[in-house]
C-alpha cells in the first residue's frame, strides 16, 4: 500500500506531503490546481520519463518521495533487495530529477537505475490514466490477466501443460545435440576404432617395453658377454695355457692356500680363524665359477630371436608414438577408448528412444495445449461477461466484451493461445482491441470495470491510480462510477482523481489540491477535508459556487452513501 508521498518542487507544487490510507482516496480541487501533478509524481517514482519542464521555475531540482507497506515476499521486496536496497517494513522509492533534466533515483536509501523504479512500479501501482495503460499494452499481460482470474482451475491445466511442454523441449535440444553431433560422433569412433584394432593387433602387454628392451641389449652383444663371462670362467677354475702348460686358476691356488694353512692352523687360534675365513671364499668363488659356467652356456646367440625383439619392440614404438608415453599408458588409452566407443556406439540408440519419446512427448503437448485453450475460453467467457456487466454500470451500457482465445499456430511456455481482450464500444461494432477501441476516458472506466471483475481473483498489484476515469459521465451514471471504486477498493488501495462529487462521495479519504497565487509565485498544495470542509468541496464540484442549495445537496449525496458528513 502507498503510505505517502513528498513532493518538492514539481510544476506549480512547491512542497506537499500526501498521506494516504487504504480504501478509496479522491483528489479533487478546481481545473489548473495540480490534481494530475500528483499523478505525474507518482509516475516518476514508479520510472516514467522525466522532462525539464517539470522542475519548478526557479528551483534546481524536482523530489518525489514515496513510502510503501509492502510484505516481506511481495516480488516488490525482493526486487528491491536485489538490487541493494533496505527493505525494514517499508520501501522508500525516492526520484530526483534536474533543472537541466537528468534524473537520479534510489530504492531503499540505494542508488539504482531508474529502469529498476518501472519493475517496481508494476508490482507496486496500476495507474489507469489517458496515456497509461501499460497492463494492455503488451498482449501477454492480456492472457496473463485471463490466466489469473481462471484461479487454480486454470493453473492446474497451466502446470500441466508447462510441465509436458519443458519435457518436450529437454528431449527435443538432447535428440538435436545429438543428430547435430552425429559426423563428429562418427569421426570420433572411427579413429577409436582403428587404434583399437592396432592395439589387438599388437596386443602389447603390462611392463613389456622395458623386459625387451633388456633382451635387446643381452642379444645384440651376446658375444661380448659369452667372451667376457668365459674368460672370468678361467680365470677361477683355471684352464691351459698357451704354451701348453695348464693353469689351475684361482681356485687352485685358494686349495693350495688352504692346505699351507690345515697344517699349522691346530697351533694358534687365530690362525684357525683365518683358514675357516679362506675355506669360505673357496666356497663363494667355487659358487661364482659354477655360475659363469651356467651363464657362458646359456648365453644365446639366436639371430632369429634378436630380429624378433626388435620388431617387436618397433611395433610397440608405433604405438607409444600415437597413444602413450609407455606401453602402460598405451594400454590405459585402450581401456579409456574401448569404453568411449561403447558410450558412441550407445548414442544412435539413444537417438531411436529419444525421437519415439519426443513424438509421445508432442501427442501428449499438442493435447495438453488443447486442454488450456478449452479451458482458457471457458474462463473467458466468463471473465468477458463479468466485465461487460460492469461496464453497464459505468454509462457504457451499449459496449459489449469479447475475449479471443485464438490458436497462435505454435506452441510456447504458456500454450498456444493468442488472448485478446476486444471491445464493441457501441452496437453492431466489431470488437477491436481494448487498447485501440476505447478513447482515453472509456478506457480508464474499461480497465475500472476489468480491475472490479478481476480484483478477488488476482489481487497482484496493491494501489489502483485511476486518472480522469469520469470522463465524459455525469448523473446516475457518475454515482454508478464511484460505486465500482468504491467495489475495487473493499480488496485494494485506490487514488481517484476525479471532477465529479458523485465520484468523490464514496471516498474513505478526501484530499483537495488548492492553487495560491500572492501576485508574484503560484503555489499549489494538497490538504485532507473532513466534516464541513468535505460538504463545502461536494458542494463546489456540483456548482462551482458553495451556496445553501449546493450545500444541502452535498449533504445529501453522503446521506444516500451512508457517510453523512465525515471523512
Do not use: C
Not at 520501501?91 to 533534466?101: D, F, K, P
Not at 633388456?214 to 691351459?240: K, N, Q
Not at 704354451?243 to 699351507?260: H, N, T
Not at 451499449?398 to 485478446?420: C, F, M, N, Q, T
Amino acid at each position: 500500500m502507498l503510505q505517502e508521498i513528498r513532493i518538492q518542487d514539481l510544476g506549480i507544487i512547491d512542497e506537499s506531503l500526501i498521506e494516504f490510507g487504504p480504501g478509496l482516496t479522491v483528489l479533487t480541487g478546481e481545473t489548473g490546481a495540480g490534481k494530475t501533478m500528483v499523478v505525474t509524481s507518482l509516475g516518476l517514482l514508479l520510472g516514467a520519463r522525466s522532462e525539464t519542464g517539470l522542475v519548478r521555475e526557479g528551483a534546481d531540482r524536482a523530489v518525489v518521495e514515496g513510502v510503501f507497506d509492502v510484505a516481506p515476499d511481495h516480488p516488490a521486496t525482493v526486487r528491491a533487495t536485489e538490487a541493494g536496497g533496505d527493505v525494514d517494513e517499508s520501501l522508500v522509492l525516492v526520484r530526483t530529477v534536474q533543472a537541466e533534466g537528468r534524473s537520479r533515483a534510489h530504492v531503499g536509501g540505494r542508488s539504482a537505475p531508474v529502469g529498476v523504479l518501472g519493475e517496481l512500479g508494476e508490482h507496486l501501482v496500476a495507474v489507469h490514466g489517458q496515456a497509461d495503460q501499460w497492463r494492455l499494452r503488451r498482449p501477454e499481460e492480456h492472457r496473463e490477466l485471463l490466466d489469473a482470474f481462471g484461479g487454480a482451475d486454470l493453473a492446474d491445466v497451466r502446470t500441466a501443460y508447462e510441465s509436458v511442454y519443458a519435457a518436450h523441449a529437454a528431449a527435443r535440444a538432447e535428440l538435436e545435440s545429438l543428430r547435430a553431433a552425429a559426423r563428429e560422433r562418427a569421426q570420433e569412433l572411427d579413429l577409436l576404432t582403428r587404434g583399437l584394432e592396432r592395439l589387438e593387433a599388437v596386443e602389447p602387454q603390462a611392463g613389456e617395453d622395458e623386459s625387451l628392451r633388456v633382451e635387446d641389449e643381452r642379444l645384440s652383444h651376446a658375444e661380448e658377454l659369452r667372451r667376457g663371462s668365459s674368460e672370468a670362467h678361467d680365470l677361477l677354475s683355471g684352464g691351459d695355457e698357451a704354451d701348453g702348460s695348464v693353469d689351475d686358476g684361482i681356485l687352485g691356488s685358494l686349495a693350495r692356500a688352504r692346505s699351507a694353512l690345515a697344517q699349522v692352523s691346530a697351533n694358534d687360534p687365530a690362525l684357525a680363524d683365518l683358514e675357516t675365513r679362506l675355506t669360505e671364499i673357496s666356497h663363494l668363488v667355487t659358487d661364482l665359477a659354477a655360475d659363469l659356467s651356467g651363464y657362458v652356456a646359456d648365453v644365446d646367440l639366436d639371430p632369429g630371436r634378436l630380429e624378433w625383439v626388435q620388431e617387436r619392440r618397433a611395433a610397440l614404438t608405433e604405438l607409444t608414438r600415437s597413444y602413450g608415453d609407455s606401453v602402460d599408458d598405451v594400454i590405459a588409452w585402450g581401456e579409456r577408448a574401448a569404453a568411449r566407443a561403447v558410450e558412441l556406439e550407445g548414442d544412435d540408440s539413444r537417438i531411436e528412444e529419444l525421437e519415439r519419446r519426443t513424438d509421445e512427448l508432442e501427442a501428449e503437448r499438442t493435447q495438453a495445449a488443447q486442454d488450456l485453450t478449452q479451458e482458457r475460453r471457458t474462463v473467458a467467457d466468463a471473465l468477458a461477461e463479468r466485465i461487460s456487466d460492469e461496464l453497464s454500470h459505468l454509462a457504457m451500457g451499449s459496449a459489449r466484451v469479447v475475449i479471443a482465445v485464438d490458436p497462435a499456430g505454435r506452441l510456447g511456455p504458456h500454450g498456444g493461445d493468442d488472448v485478446e481482450i476486444g471491445l464493441a464500444a457501441n452496437v453492431g461494432s466489431t470488437p477491436r482491441s481494448v487498447s485501440k477501441a476505447a478513447s482515453g476516458g472509456e478506457l480508464s472506466r474499461v480497465m475500472l470495470a476489468i480491475e472490479v471483475a478481476t480484483a478477488e481473483a488476482t489481487g497482484t498489484v496493491p494501489t489502483f491510480v485511476f486518472d480522469e476515469v469520469d470522463a465524459g459521465v455525469g448523473g446516475r451514471a457518475a454515482l454508478d462510477v464511484g460505486a465500482r471504486l468504491a467495489a475495487l477498493a473493499r480488496s485494494a488501495q485506490v487514488i481517484v482523481v476525479t471532477h465529479l462529487a458523485q465520484v468523490a462521495a464514496h471516498a474513505d479519504h478526501h484530499l483537495v489540491v488548492s492553487k495560491a497565487d500572492d501576485g508574484h509565485v503560484t503555489r499549489s498544495g494538497v490538504r485532507r477535508v473532513e466534516g464541513d470542509e468535505r460538504v463545502t468541496e461536494l458542494a463546489r464540484m456540483l456548482a462551482g459556487t458553495v451556496s445553501d442549495a449546493a450545500l444541502e445537496h452535498a449533504r445529501d449525496l453522503l446521506a444516500e452513501r451512508g457517510q453523512s458528513a465525515r471523512a
